[in-house]
């Protein structure tokens, strides 16, 4: 009798910490990992001395330029044989949205742009892989909190994202994600 409810306390316990991975913890941990880390999607956007700018480009940093968030400038050669180019500056206004830059040897900045920011919206599939101590997990992203650079500087104007990511499983911690 003792072995047997031993056995069954056991089984009780073993079931009850069993750390197979749902949907809800999926979204816990990636709802986590977005609050210390905030996921968003970005673009580029030169400014400096800008040369060899096409005319869509152009028109796209004129855009930008009647919603206040940059200026620019033609300027016209300054010697024999050099080019035209465009004097490109970020405003006040858009600052908030800039993630990154880097300047080059050219006086260019290449600036990352926030356009939106990721807010999971849906856990799709979810496939453990037990030989890893992974989980391969399918996210459906919303894009929320959209930038005054949204509409001119993202190409996919869907409100949606799909992106496959891996979630690891430890002794300790159990599943985790954004370690």
Not at 14 to 43: I, Q, R
Not at 89 to 98: A, E, I, R, W, Y
Not at 141 to 149: A, E
Request: net charge positive; charged share 30%.
């Amino acid at each position: 009798m003792k072995k047997l409810i031993a056995v069954t306390a056991f089984s009780l316990l073993a079931l009850s910490c069993s750390d197979k991975l749902s949907e809800s913890k999926v979204e816990k941990l990636v709802n986590e990992c977005l609050a210390n880390k905030p996921s968003y999607g970005t673009n580029t956007l030169q400014t400096g001395k800008v040369n060899y700018l096409s005319k869509e480009a152009v028109a796209t940093y004129e855009q930008l330029q009647s919603k206040g968030l940059l200026t620019i400038e033609e300027k016209l050669p300054e010697e024999r044989y050099s080019f035209k180019y465009h004097l490109i500056t970020l405003t006040d206004k858009s600052k908030p949205f800039v993630t990154e830059s880097k300047t080059n040897s050219n006086n260019t900045t290449v600036n990352s742009i926030r356009l939106y920011t990721k807010k999971i919206d849906k856990v799709g599939s979810i496939q453990e892989i037990p030989s890893m101590n992974m989980a391969e997990v399918k996210i459906i992203y919303k894009k929320d909190d959209k930038t005054p650079f949204y509409d001119e500087l993202e190409g996919d104007k869907t409100d949606f994202i799909t992106k496959n990511i891996m979630v690891k499983k430890t002794e300790n911690k159990g599943w985790v994600y954004c370690d």
